[in-house]
């Protein structure tokens, strides 16, 4: 971004700006501000009379309740807000909303050594074992006993999920730890990530059956796109369903030459062209999808796959790039 800017401008981190301001070394009317979702540091320029330019968000509702909830007090004052598209039906101001693409990759990065599709195993996922606690009760005594605690804990240290959202029908975390144990049951599945061996994550309901079907060892990985080349298949849900919400788990996928199953923004077409992955948001019956993966030959596997490289070098991808991310910032900061 600071190449974009050429001399025009001197960019410096929140920290830094408030301390030249507070010290009277900057004019407030000389910084414009770019504040990531609540910012404390960003806020707080703000209020000492500097310009609120653009506002980022890259999380989602699912873990940064507060700020979703709170939107328009965070956004309203921006002249550019960059977020994902689903943030705009809460926000009716005159800011120029522009909806966020998750910088992921390098522009025109592609995988030059694609692994012959015969060479690859089948099915890979890469997550953490993380598990949002939601004021869900009707799941069972047992989820009842081990979700309440956890609740109140999070509630009253601050950490507040969104209430302004249906996260009961968005959140997508129940649907991926059921895939996850459907296919590791089939013996069809390579499961990676942190915290694993926490099972204390895991809501009871599923616990168990996930410990029979994990086995001990470390699942964490240096190199994500390395490791991804080497499958077929990589399930890649978002962890949660909200419009615009496309990060980098798809374009991990497409720069390492792996065909997605994803399930995530309900507009991903918009974003990424459907050749380039499966959706599997409507597939509820896993043992169809189980079939449908077999049915998939080698010359449509590759297609799939050629697709999501030729993506990545064109210009639809280029939003999600970092030099892309940057050129945009640099554009709404000259404005």
Known sequence: MVEELGNDFEVVTGDVALSHVKTGF??????????????PISIELTRLGCTPQVITAFESPL????????????????????????????????????????PSFSYGDTTADLVPWQSRELMVA???????????????????????????????????????????????QDRRLELVIHFLRREKLKLFGGGWERFDRIPPSKRKELLNLLSPGDRKIED??????????????????????????????????????????????????????????????????????????EVEGIKMIQAGQDFLRSSQAYPFSYQGFARKIAELLKD
């Open 26 to 39: 900057w004019l407030p009317s000389d910084v414009l501000v770019i504040q990531h979702m609540a910012d």
């Open 63 to 102: 873990y940064s309740g507060s700020f979703f909830d709170n939107l328009p007090d965070y956004a309203t004052a921006f002249k550019h807000q960059v977020l994902f598209r689903g943030s705009f039906n809460e926000l009716s101001c005159a800011g120029r909303q522009v909806p966020v693409s998750f």
């Open 126 to 172: 890469i997550f953490s074992n993380k598990y949002v606690i939601l004021p869900n009760w009707n799941q069972g005594f047992g989820d009842f006993c081990w979700r309440f605690p956890r609740f109140l804990y999070h509630y009253l240290r601050g950490n507040r999920v969104a209430s302004n959202l249906p996260l009961h029908q968005i959140q997508l």
């Open 224 to 297: 994500k796109i390395d490791h991804l080349k080497n499958f077929k298949f990589c399930l890649c849900l978002e962890n949660c369903s909200y419009p615009g919400y496309v990060t980098e788990k798809i374009i991990d996928c497409l720069v390492a030459g792996v065909i997605p199953l994803y399930q995530g923004a309900p507009d991903v077409t918009d974003f990424i062209p459907k050749d380039c992955f499966i959706d599997i948001s409507e597939e509820m019956d896993l043992t169809k999808l189980e079939n449908r993966l077999d049915q998939i030959s």
